[in-house]
């Protein structure tokens, strides 16, 4: 019963851990996938996320306002950056990789500068302080809200693919480029809406972490690679694929620790180099493999 | 056909030639700086040579620094083995590891590989910061320097290590000057052109990526093992990819297929921290913006853009030389 119970606390972990990965990797995901453009500042948006999401916190004194302007605001700074820098270099993954991995030190001294280098934490919102008993244990009722957040979130993005105009577009811009381009769809419009749509999730994310995660400079670093693992893990570009990856690494980065605490980072990394190897276009590709 | 650069002698006898001058006469803070720039041009160029010739864009390459620095901590301070040695059998494993992780990685292409040299990297990183014995994420110090007083040389004077380094990193750019122009580098230059024209030739493609992969590894674990002589202390820090990440800086920034600009990207990078960080805590955000400028306004690096300046300016005289 003891051993239940442990396995079930453990599992509640692993599942708004890897609501929160998804979250992240799935912008990630289409911006790679779709948008050909493998951004490392992603999570530098997500920490912005948090960061702002704190301050707003703390003159509005609303964990919700923040939930609500933080996004909005890293939005706009991921529109801007998109417009002006990512969108010019698309195709070309290295100046990718190394604009984008100048973001992060920029990014890192940005908020030193801004916010200074202590940690923070935000306050766990009233409504969702309260802790609920589970497997003989209390247990936050904030960790399922996140949880929730993630599913919905997998649930709106679903439906969103599946069953709008903007969804139909993107999945016609992922399975081929130039024949949707061809056909008249503005995939150009298309793909911003979805770059905004993967920055405003990471900025969610940002909000819904600072109440869990220590708010400080290179809190990005930290979940940049896990997010990257889940993206090449599911496949880049694919909603299911990111679900999938995300609870893969949500598990092991929850059980390793407990398990074999000596080799719990060491897992992550083997799994992704592992299905590199093997089976490069991810576990659950967009495109079958021809 | 070999294209001769007029500015490359003077630059690096400036670059080498102020280093070894600065390594001379300078105090011990500007010493300091001379090491580390010595150490880190062995790595930047190794990093070249994959990234610029092979074009094999490793986004993992300090893990080989790491396993250099690893091994000579292990055998010199476990093991009992002669530092001189045991740089020696870092080197080697830094070519073991090459070949190993080498024969793997080139499986794939392009922004796989990126991936996949970050991940193996990491687990090398991941490895290191768990490991009890060398005291996890805190590092280990009291490791001892190679004993060279039976020649007359005491490698525990600041100012002899600092000479030794900027020596070191002369040797290795000869070793790689040498290397690109041999038929080897040659082939190398020819499969990141067109991979299948190569092919075509009957040459195996594979063999060659792994061994020049296995090349880069083994000096960047000299570095490594440089680098641990350097610090007297193995921290995983080394092999983080952070660190993969500055050397990529240095040699885009610099002038990727060139050697020459490693070597002034390594100069700048580290002249520039230096520098700023006395005038302000926040280096990295002006780093970070000048060297996002540096790649967008002269992506071929600043080596690569003096040179087709100067190029430019010859031309005419030149009469139609094949710019090849």
Redesign the interface.
């Known amino acids: 019963m003891e051993l239940f119970n442990f396995i079930g606390i453990q599992v509640l972990n692993a599942l708004w851990l890897s609501a929160l990965l998804f979250m992240l990797a799935v912008g990630l995901s289409v911006e790679?996938g779709l948008l050909d453009v493998?951004n490392l500042a992603h999570c530098t948006l997500y920490m912005l996320g948090a960061y702002i999401g704190y301050t707003v916190a703390q003159i509005a004194g609303s964990y919700w306002v923040a939930l609500v302007v933080a996004p909005i605001a890293v939005t706009i700074i991921g529109a801007l950056l998109y417009w002006g820098?990512l969108s010019r270099l698309r195709g070309n993954?290295?100046?990718q990789?190394?604009?984008t991995?100048?973001?992060?030190?920029?990014g890192?001294?940005?908020t030193?500068?801004i916010w200074g280098v202590e940690q923070f934490r935000m306050a766990v919102p009233d409504l969702l302080s309260a802790t609920v008993p589970v497997f003989d244990q209390t247990y936050p009722i904030y960790r399922f809200f996140v949880l929730g957040v993630g599913l919905l979130t997998v649930l709106c993005l679903y439906l969103g693919l599946e069953r709008t105009r903007l969804g139909a577009v993107v999945r016609a811009g992922v399975d081929d480029r130039e024949m949707a381009a061809t056909l008249g769809i503005n995939i150009d419009r298309a793909f911003f809406t979805v770059f905004c749509i993967g920055t405003a999730l990471a900025g969610i994310a940002g909000v819904l972490a600072a109440p869990i995660r220590s708010v400080e400079p290179g809190m990005d670093?930290e979940i940049l690679?896990p997010a990257?693992?889940v993206v090449?893990i599911g496949g880049p570009g694919s909603l299911k694929g990111a679900v999938l990856g995300a609870v893969l690494i949500g598990t092991a980065e929850t059980f390793g620790p407990v398990l074999v605490?000596?080799?719990?980072?060491?897992i992550?990394?083997?799994l992704?180099?592992l299905v590199?190897?093997l089976r490069?276009q991810g576990l659950l590709p967009v495109k079958p493999a021809h | 056909m070999q294209r001769r650069d007029p500015l490359a002698l003077p630059l690096l006898a400036l670059l080498f030639g102020g280093l070894f001058a600065t390594g001379l006469y300078a105090g011990a803070y500007w010493l300091t700086i001379v090491t580390e720039i010595a150490i880190f041009t062995i790595f930047a160029l190794s990093v070249d040579f994959l990234v610029g010739y092979a074009g094999l864009?490793t986004?993992g390459h300090a893990g080989f620094m790491g396993v250099g620095a690893y091994a000579l901590a292990y055998l010199s301070h476990f093991a009992g083995w002669p530092v001189g040695l045991s740089i020696l059998a870092g080197i080697a494993a830094g070519a073991l590891a090459g070949i190993l992780i080498g024969w793997?990685?080139t499986?794939?292409s392009?922004?796989?590989f990126?991936?996949?040299t970050?991940?193996?990297s990491?687990?090398f990183w991941?490895?290191a910061?768990?490991?009890?014995v060398f005291g996890r994420d805190d590092g280990l110090g009291g490791m001892k320097r190679m004993n060279l007083r039976a020649i007359g040389i005491d490698l525990n004077d600041p100012r002899t290590f600092a000479i030794v380094c900027v020596i070191a990193a002369a040797l290795i750019y000869l070793l790689f000057w040498w290397l690109v122009r041999s038929p080897f580098g040659q082939i190398l230059k020819g499969i990141k052109q067109n991979e299948n024209r190569i092919r075509a030739q009957g040459l195996p493609v594979q063999s060659y990526k792994v061994a020049a992969f296995a090349v880069a590894s083994a000096v960047a674990a000299f570095a490594g093992t440089l680098h641990l002589q350097n610090t007297k202390f193995v921290h995983p820090e080394v092999a983080h990819?952070?660190k993969s990440?500055e050397s990529?800086?240095v040699v885009?920034v610099g002038g990727a297929g060139t050697l020459v600009g490693p070597v002034i990207g390594t100069f700048l990078f580290f002249v520039f921290h230096r520098v700023v960080e006395s005038f302000t805590?926040?280096?990295?955000?002006w780093?970070?913006?000048l060297?996002?400028a540096i790649?967008?306004m002269a992506?071929e690096g600043i080596y690569g853009r003096l040179r087709s300046l100067t190029r430019k300016r010859a031309a005419p005289s030149r009469e139609g030389a094949p710019d090849a």
């Open positions: 790679f493998l820098l993954h290295l100046i990789a190394l604009i991995f100048g973001l992060l030190f920029v890192y001294d940005a030193r500068l670093v690679i990257l693992v090449v605490p000596d080799f719990a980072s060491f992550m990394y083997a992704m180099a590199l190897l490069p | 864009v986004f793997l990685v499986r794939v392009g922004v796989f990126i991936m996949v970050l991940a193996v990491m687990m991941a490895w910061s768990r490991s009890p990819w952070i990440g990529l800086i885009i805590q926040n280096w990295q955000i780093m970070g913006l060297f996002i790649v967008l992506p």
